[in-house]
């Protein structure tokens, strides 16, 4: 950084007030009043550090959709009953009429909310932040950023969309919602939504997600919510599952289908999803529009774009915007998908058509699955445990404007340890795995003295999952790998459509 930086590390004021224009008057303000026994900047107090030169970054006033700039579209989602292209009425008893147009929608951009941009400014924009400490760690050339979301009042990206869709249903009139949750990040996040809005809010939670973060489950119900195990005794879904399984640690897709179970049976309540839809990936857009604007006032280019994958909301708000300028030419970056060695949807399941709940209530999409009644073991990574990947992430490795791996849970640790143990921040599990791939490629950029510009998604914190780092400090932790027989049983499954 150029000798003109000023630290607010130096005054104790974190670095993200200041990329928001209502802020800069109160820089000048502040930094002119006296400071006693001021620290001396470190060179390593990145997270801290702005270039007096730079304009503030503002909060993006539209969503990005990629639909529109990608040369071959998607697949439609077809009816789950007929196998025909849904229409927008199909959709109606479970989302709002916006919500159905920004699912469908090809335009580029779509406006955003008066009312949503007011509340964002709780927490956006969110700091681009360079992981110097961890560079120093690993000894090597490259330049590692992160975009970290956990600043958000949920601890994690889940509010950029769970404002949005709460303010739609609000404005139709809508009294409750449903949703599902694996490791309660999404959960956590349509509960505040709610308890902004002062609508009901129901949410079924993974059963072994329920279990290991008790915390989680008390956060949404601080805010409001009834939560439920998943599987639960109060959904003929969940009935039939326990009936085969009384000890079943339950799925997303079994919690999807509870939740789309209730509001189907209910026309005053509707149902919220946290990731794999379009209009879901859309909100989470304001991500890395925002983090092209910080990296083009840096100076500085990604070489790799690194985010972890479950259903793909995080790694999709990030990577979009920057495939949009991949796509006209601007920039030439390789775009990575991280997921768990013990749900690989991407890296081992099958492009095709499935359903995106375990009862086959819901559209087919076609999507890399493992089969709509796969149920993962129950790894620490709660919230990447979907059977399935958003259809248009989907479609977009399938086309080849990104590629995909899977690292297995102690690497991730090992990983999410250093990065607590240089950067301060306890990075939940599932951008664990993020850390994990950019760790992997820092060490081959030292070896090959390559100054690659590393850009990773830092989603969220882990506060609520050190249960989790306990079990790998104390050398309890096992790695968990998918099982090729178990895959290919639930692939079975799968419906078959004539070509």
């Excluded at 077809?78 to 699912?103: G, M, R, V, Y």
């Excluded at 950029?160 to 996040?189: D, F, H, M």
Aim: some cysteine; glycine content about 8%; proline content about 8%.
């Amino acid at each position: 950084m150029p000798a003109s930086s000023v630290s607010t590390a130096a005054v104790g004021v974190p670095s993200s007030l200041f990329l928001t224009r209502g802020a800069e008057k109160w820089q000048k303000t502040f930094l002119k009043k006296k400071r006693p026994n001021l620290m001396t900047p470190s060179p390593y107090s990145s997270r801290a550090r702005i270039q007096a030169s730079v304009s503030p970054i503002e909060i993006p006033r539209q969503w990005y959709n990629l639909v529109a700039d990608i040369p071959v579209k998607p697949p439609p989602p077809l009816h789950p009953k007929t196998f025909q292209a849904i229409n927008p009425q199909d959709l109606s008893p479970l989302f709002p009429d916006e919500l159905i147009k920004q699912e469908t929608s090809h335009d580029r951009f779509i406006d955003i909310p008066d009312e949503v941009i007011d509340i964002y400014r709780l927490w956006r924009p969110t700091p681009l932040i360079r992981a110097r400490r961890l560079e120093k760690l690993l000894d090597t050339p490259a330049r590692i950023y992160y975009k970290y979301e956990g600043g958000s009042p949920a601890g994690s990206h889940k509010v950029n969309t769970a404002v949005p869709q709460v303010w739609y249903n609000l404005r139709e009139g809508v009294k409750k919602i449903v949703t599902e949750t694996g490791a309660g990040q999404w959960g956590s996040a349509l509960s505040f939504a709610c308890s902004l809005f002062g609508l009901d809010c129901e949410v079924w939670q993974v059963r072994a997600s329920y279990d290991q973060k008790p915390y989680r489950r008390l956060m949404m119900q601080t805010w409001g919510a009834n939560v439920h195990p998943s599987p639960s005794n109060i959904t003929e879904a969940g009935r039939k599952i326990l009936e085969a399984d009384p000890m079943s640690p339950g799925s997303l897709g079994i919690a999807i289908s509870e939740a789309v179970e209730v509001a189907t049976s209910d026309p005053a309540v509707k149902y919220c999803l946290g990731s794999v839809l379009n209009h879901v990936l859309l909100h989470q857009t304001v991500i890395g529009q925002e983090c092209l604007d910080q990296m083009k006032a840096i100076g500085e280019t990604p070489d790799l774009i690194i985010g972890c994958t479950g259903g793909g909301s995080n790694f999709a708000g990030l990577s979009f915007p920057f495939i949009r300028e991949k796509l006209q030419g601007k920039i030439n970056p390789i775009i990575r998908a991280v997921e768990p060695t013990a749900c690989p949807s991407l890296t081992k399941g099958d492009y095709a058509y499935d359903f995106g709940d375990t009862a086959g209530m819901t559209p087919l999409m076609k999507m890399h699955t493992l089969g709509h009644d796969f149920i993962p073991d129950p790894i620490h990574a709660g919230g990447l445990r979907y059977h399935g990947m958003a259809p248009l992430i989907s479609h977009v490795y399938d086309q080849g404007f990104m590629e995909a791996i899977a690292i297995p849970q102690k690497e991730c640790f090992e990983g999410a340890i250093k990065f607590a143990r240089t950067e301060g921040i306890i990075p939940a599990p599932e951008p664990a795995h993020a850390i994990a791939a950019t760790i992997r490629e820092a060490l081959l950029c030292k070896e090959s003295r390559e100054a690659k510009v590393i850009l990773t998604a830092m989603c969220g914190h882990g506060h609520f999952d050190l249960a989790s780092y306990e079990k790998y400090l104390q050398g309890n932790m096992v790695d968990l790998s998918f099982e090729a027989e178990r895959i290919q049983a639930s692939l079975a499954k799968i419906p078959k459509l004539a070509a």
